[in-house]
């Protein structure tokens, strides 16, 4: 199951140690100066324990960070062309890349190109010439405070107990899946998986393991989808939800059938089961070609009657309909 970087006590982790773990890869550090010198001299402190970038220039360095999104900038404030004032501003103007924290490395020492920097959106302010130590330590405390904020976005689409995307991220996916396919024209399937006779999975066995039964399921669907645009999220208590962009009534349908045969090979026992000895899944899929007439909220409806429907037939099984 996916680390969600939670400590023992359900608190998001919040060492500078167990953040790095978490993120996977070396912390991506640009350094931006008009001087060559001045980057080599921050490079040297940092090349061992960062992956490093350098630019000369603002603008250049403004498409670096579109590129590379690194975890932190050091910025110059003086230099050709736009200065590191207004290439903070511009970065903090930008949605996508005002999560990078900016500290300004600058010969000014006065109060006001301080106020200026921190003003503009910086997080800190270093003067050259610099200590090493003074910018490992200053850079470290803001990484970590970057790569904290990071994690709790994440957490905060996240499933607590399967590692699955949430309800609150798969509605605000699945509508700008939706308003996608209505812009280019291609279908979208929504898959809806509920485990059955699930109420008396737990009074049999314990809610416990009736948490361990859907952190399972949740696995065993997450193994059907390939395609990096497929979503899958924790819907409601026992219900899992699938989007599949660009995919037609015959591809979902393989791809339900897929996850029904999927969690019964897990073999879990449920003796209380009208379906058979072994936890099932029932599916109901629904897929569309949105058109101007036709709501987001149409194709969860049909996908529950389907669901309904599988349900009604005697479970363990899918059923699709094209809306
Ligand atoms: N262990 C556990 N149980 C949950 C969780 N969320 C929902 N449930 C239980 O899931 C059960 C769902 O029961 P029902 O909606 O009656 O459906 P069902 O028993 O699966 O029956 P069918 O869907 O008709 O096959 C309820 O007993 C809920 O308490 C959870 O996070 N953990």
Do not use: W
């Amino acid at each position: 199951m996916e680390d969600l970087g939670l400590t023992a006590d359900g608190a998001p982790a919040h060492d500078h140690g167990s953040l790095l773990r978490l993120l996977g890869r070396r912390p991506r550090l640009l350094l931006v100066d008009d001087q060559p010198l001045n980057i080599q001299a921050l490079y040297q402190v940092f090349s061992a324990d960062y992956q490093v970038f350098m630019s000369t220039h603002a603008s250049q360095a403004l498409a670096l960070c579109r590129d590379r999104q690194p975890d932190l900038l050091l910025l110059d404030v003086e230099m050709p062309g736009m200065d590191g004032y207004e290439l903070c501003r511009e970065l903090k103007r930008s949605p996508d890349l005002r999560g990078i924290p900016v500290i300004f490395v600058t010969a000014h020492q006065d109060a006001e190109a301080e106020t200026r920097g921190l003003e503009a959106g910086a997080v800190d302010f270093i003067s050259k010439p610099f200590n090493a130590g003074v910018v490992r330590a200053r850079v470290k405390a803001q990484l970590s405070l970057k790569l904290q904020s990071d994690l709790l976005r994440r957490l905060a689409f996240l499933d607590g107990l399967t590692g699955l995307y949430n309800r609150r991220h798969f509605d605000e996916r699945f509508e700008l899946e939706f308003q996608r396919a209505r812009r280019t024209g291609a279908p979208l399937s929504l898959v809806l998986a509920d485990v059955d006779f699930f109420k008396r999975y737990n009074d049999h066995y314990g809610h416990l393991a009736g948490d361990d039964c859907l952190r399972r399921v949740a696995l065993a669907l997450k193994d059907c989808l390939k395609r990096p645009g497929d979503l899958l999220s924790r819907y409601g208590g026992e219900e899992f939800a699938c989007v599949l962009p660009e995919t037609d009534l015959a591809g979902a349908l393989a791809v339900a059938t897929g996850m029904e045969q999927a969690v019964r090979e897990q073999q879990m026992a449920h003796a209380h089961s009208d379906a058979g000895a072994e936890v099932t899944i029932s599916l109901g899929v629904a897929c569309v070609q949105p058109h101007a007439g036709i709501e987001s909220a149409q194709l969860i409806t049909t996908a529950d009657e389907q669901l309904y429907r599988a349900k009604a037939q005697g479970r363990a099984r899918a059923c699709a309909i094209q809306l």
